[in-house]
């Protein structure tokens, strides 16, 4: 069994930053890939950034350049660093974790005020 705890979530003004952690615990720590996804209000869940086991991170188009993936594998946590934040970034961002099942966590909300 596997739990994901996201924190950092909160307000901020367009062209701030923000930085979220996801902390992973349970029976599984070697995982496959790791990554961020968000849910905006009214529209379906998407991608947002990924790191896999061989180091290599992908990002949507959206926030390539602005968001930055980061994963500590001794405290088994997961990060992603927001700059730049516009409020089309607004969301319930979530952390998830697969190895050959998917797991997920329950999601923080990030608010960007124009």
């Known amino acids: 069994q596997v739990q994901l705890v996201e924190s950092g979530g909160g307000l901020v003004q367009a062209g701030g930053s923000l930085t979220l952690s996801c902390t992973a615990s349970?029976?599984?720590?070697?995982?496959?890939?790791m990554g961020w996804y968000r849910q905006a209000p009214g529209k379906s869940r998407e991608f947002v950034a990924r790191?896999?086991?061989?180091?290599?991170?992908s990002y949507a188009e959206s926030v390539k350049g602005r968001f930055t993936i980061s994963r500590d594998t001794v405290r088994n946590t997961l990060s992603l660093q927001m700059d730049s934040l516009q409020p089309e970034d607004t969301a319930v961002y979530y952390c998830?974790?697969?190895?050959?099942?998917?797991?997920w966590g329950q999601g923080t909300q990030i608010t960007v005020s124009s």
């Open positions: 349970g029976t599984v720590t070697n995982f496959h890939g």
């Open positions: 998830s974790a697969w190895t050959n099942m998917i797991y």
């Open positions: 790191w896999v086991r061989a180091g290599a991170t």
